[in-house]
């Protein structure tokens, strides 16, 4: 089994930055995808962004320009950077890992963008 913790959530002023962390661990090996999705209130969960196993990525349009994902596979760790926060980006954000077949979902994190 995989566990995923989620990290780096809070409250933000807008245009202000978070980091988010995401550690995988129990039975992962180095191949996989990773990915943040994230969920309002009211809202449906949507995809933030994902990167690959081969390091490509993407972004949802209304995060481009201000979100960087990154990994680090010695540590099974990834990252989300927030830049540039709005209060549209408050929700709670989820570590996602797709591993040989499996999703894997973290707890979650609350990030909240308000003056």
């Known amino acids: 089994q995989v566990q995923l913790a989620e990290s780096g959530g809070g409250l933000v002023q807008p245009g202000g930055s978070l980091r988010l962390s995401c550690l995988a661990s129990?039975?992962?090996?180095?191949?996989?995808?990773m990915g943040w999705y994230r969920q309002a209130p009211g809202k449906q969960r949507e995809l933030v962004a994902i990167i690959t196993s081969s390091s490509d990525t993407n972004y949802a349009d209304s995060v481009k320009g201000r979100f960087t994902i990154s990994r680090d596979n010695a540590k099974n760790t990834g990252y989300l950077q927030m830049n540039s926060l709005k209060p549209g980006d408050t929700a709670v954000y989820y570590c996602?890992?797709?591993?040989?077949?499996?999703?894997?979902w973290g707890q979650g994190t609350q990030v909240t963008v308000s003056s």
């Open positions: 996602y890992v797709r591993h040989w077949g499996t999703d894997y």
């Open positions: 129990g039975s992962i090996f180095s191949i996989y995808d």
